[in-house]
């Protein structure tokens, strides 16, 4: 058996709608609950330095009113959608205003999986799993792109499907409109966007309708916008790829070879899915021996985040993060639901399926466990971001109302992590950043030198800024660094960061 069967019609729809809304309300609801539970356990809900830029680029757009902060690299729609949690103070600092945002993404998840799967109570066992992940729960309670990208690459291939099978245009309206959002969330989705639009073009075509022909480009409307923001900032469309600090800057400190790198990848996909992918790979054997175009389809779209980050591995664009490949948790399911379906019977119930998905994924659940217990997997990094968490609430403090300097990423850390105000802060987002690290003394109260003397990435770092970086000078210029002292003195110092206040008048003097 390929396919689950048809969704329901006539009386039995009212029925459907009413299950969907249940569904999507507990799964939230978990999602809200575990994102509390994170709140006890570590203090915050952000599981990485890039969930805490995810709070402090929508905050430092609504402070300076200026959406250019969007800035080219990371997409938009995360940000743009945070922009009215995050004014509130205690759900900036927190997380919780991504937790709530992602939180109905995750009951988005759940309703389309449970659509895909057929509708009807047996289909309950596929979002029913992916609940009992326990990456799920990390992932949609943290302010990150996934699992909005996951849930709009869903909703694609489900009227994908339905448009595919009856062939109306509205169906490839709301799967064009989902793909556009998601587009805009994560780039894994440009090129299942591009296919779907490749395939409505020759349906198209086929059917003889050229009035329909117009709407075969609709998904890539996403990309298409992007590109015009990035040529409107920087003249350029196709900035995000070759952006200084885009991800092939950071992967410079990556010395794996290439076995290692896939040998990792690998481990993501079992540490995410556990036995799922086994079953999975049976039933697309089964769609290609079917010749189910359909479900095929849906099948790499949903698959694609994982086979994308497999073929860029030897690329400078690979890193390995459990994000990446849990993305892929989805497809793995729903082909695991319909392998079982085809195994089980027809008319297998709801416990036995949902068992069986289960069984399958808990192999990986010891992985899951160690994540959330000890705080630390590839891209998790609970306990180390509350321990800089406690550090930078100190220097937030000391600092009170004083402007500070602050190099890399660790700006959008101290407000979001420290309290403190971006209007405060002069990093990288500044025009005025370059000139601040050669002379701060002209600019501010406060500099945060973070300790990286021996960081693989500070020598970059300084080529970066045209040898202007203050962090590098400090610790590889002796006149700069004298130069410096003469104007601050250390106030505090913490594992990971030096705080230098700047001395007075009479103090200068005096030295």
């Known amino acids: 058996m390929s396919q689950p069967p048809p969704g329901p019609h ?13 569904l999507f309300s507990c799964a939230t609801s978990i999602e809200l609950l575990f994102g509390l539970l994170l709140m006890l356990m570590w203090g915050t809900t952000f599981c990485s330095g890039d ?79 992916f609940l009992c992940n326990i990456f799920t729960l990390i992932f ?8 909005w990208a996951m849930a709009f690459s869903l909703m694609a291939v489900y009227h994908l499907r339905r448009y595919l099978s009856g062939g109306r245009a509205v169906e490839f309206l709301k799967c064009s409109t989902a793909f556009c959002l998601g587009c805009l969330t994560r780039y894994e989705l440009w090129p299942p966007a591009a296919l779907v639009a490749l395939a409505c073009l020759i349906r198209e075509a086929r059917s003889k309708r050229p009035g329909h022909l117009l709407l075969s480009p ?36 990556c010395t794996c070879s290439l076995s290692t790198l896939l040998l990792l990848a690998m481990a993501m996909i079992y ?5 799922l992918c086994a079953p999975s790979a049976k039933q697309i054997y089964r769609l290609l021996r079917a010749r189910n175009g359909p479900d095929l389809l849906v099948a790499f779209v949903l698959l694609f985040p994982a086979i994308f980050h497999i073929a860029i591995a030897a690329t ?62 590839p891209g998790i990094y609970f306990r180390g971001l509350h321990e800089h968490m406690v550090e930078l609430k100190a220097i937030a403090e000391a600092v009170g109302d004083g402007m500070v300097l602050i190099g890399t990423d660790k700006a959008a850390w101290l407000s979001v ?7 405060q802060i002069i990093s990288q987002e500044d025009g005025c950043f370059k000139e601040a690290m050669e002379e701060p003394w002209r600019y501010v ?27 590098y000078l400090y610790y590889h210029d002796p006149s700069w660094r004298s130069d410096f002292l003469d104007h601050f003195y250390l106030v505090l110092a913490t594992e990971h960061y030096l705080l230098f206040a700047l001395r007075s008048q009479a103090e200068m003097i005096k030295a």
């Open 316 to 377: 400078p664009f690979f890193y390995v993060s459990l994000r990446y490949f849990y993305m892929a948790l989805p497809g793995f399911i729903f082909l695991a639901y319909l392998f079982c379906r085809g195994e089980l019977g027809r008319e297998a119930g709801l416990r036995p399926l949902s068992l069986s998905l289960v069984v399958l994924m808990a192999s990986a659940y010891p992985l899951q466990v160690f994540a959330l217990a000890y705080g630390m997997f």
């Open 445 to 471: 109260d406060f500099v945060v030198v973070v300790r990286m003397e021996d960081h693989p990435l500070l020598p970059a770092f300084n080529e970066l800024y045209d040898g202007r970086f203050y962090i």
């Open 10 to 22: 006539g009386t039995d729809r009212a029925c459907s709608r009413r299950s969907e809304l249940l």
């Open 218 to 253: 609709l998904p890539l409307a996403g990309p298409a916008l992007w590109m015009g923001w990035n040529y409107y900032l920087t003249g350029d469309p196709l900035m995000f790829l070759h952006h200084p600090m885009g991800p092939q800057f950071w992967n410079r400190a």
């Open 51 to 129: 969930a805490v830029c995810h709070h402090y680029i929508p905050r430092l757009i609504l402070e300076t009113g200026d959406l250019r902060h969007l800035n080219v690299i990371w997409l938009p729609l995360l940000h743009l959608i945070l922009i009215p949690l995050v004014r509130l103070d205690f759900l900036y600092t927190t997380g919780l205003a991504g937790t709530m945002v992602n939180a109905v993404a995750t009951g988005l998840i759940c309703v389309y999986l449970y659509r895909l799967a057929g509708g009807r109570r047996p289909a309950l066992a596929a979002p029913m799993a």
């Open 417 to 423: 992590l420290g309290g403190l105000s971006p209007s």
């Open 271 to 275: 540490a995410s899915s556990g036995a």
């Open 140 to 147: 949609g309670a943290t302010p990150m792109m996934e699992q």
